[in-house]
């Protein structure tokens, strides 16, 4: 469920032009090998991105994220919405993701965030920084309250 919390978290780093970086969701359940069971199908969520362009603008999205297995990990599509501030109003993308030793990684250019998923994988929590672009300047974004259900 980390793993669809950060898919979300990632979804909103769409937005971003930033370095390469990953987005990693820790799994709390007490057997290991099965920390990404629960990992695949939908998960919904919502989080605020923060950032200073002359002066501090806030943003709130919600999001959907699809998780579908493959012979390599999973595909995460994710589309996000705005509900308040001057951010893009809506992004989607397409991560690849991975599971190794009970994290979830998401691999994606514009986003370095880290989160923990609850022992029965159904919630996850993330936070960290995302690139976004806001009237053509690309803006270092602190997101701090990402919270993710599986549907």
């Known amino acids: 469920m980390k793993l669809r919390q950060l898919i979300v978290l990632t979804g909103i780093t769409l937005l971003s032009?930033?370095?390469l970086a990953n987005i990693t969701v820790q799994s709390f359940s007490l057997a290991a090998g099965q920390g990404c069971d629960n990992f695949t199908g939908k998960w919904a969520g919502g989080g605020t991105v923060k950032a200073t362009v002359i002066f501090p603008i806030t943003c709130h999205y919600n999001g959907i994220a699809t998780v579908v297995p493959n012979q390599n990990g999973y595909n995460v599509h994710v589309d996000l919405t705005k509900d308040s501030g001057i951010c893009p109003d809506h992004e989607s993308l397409d991560l690849p993701g991975t599971c190794q030793n009970g994290a979830i990684k998401l691999q994606t250019d514009s986003a370095n965030l880290h989160g923990e998923m609850n022992p029965a994988g159904t919630e996850a929590n993330l936070a960290g920084t995302v690139k976004f672009n806001i009237a053509g300047s690309t803006v270092n974004a602190d997101i701090?309250?990402?919270?993710?259900?599986?549907?």
């Open 17 to 19: 032009q930033a370095a």
């Open 144 to 151: 701090s309250d990402m919270h993710l259900k599986k549907q």
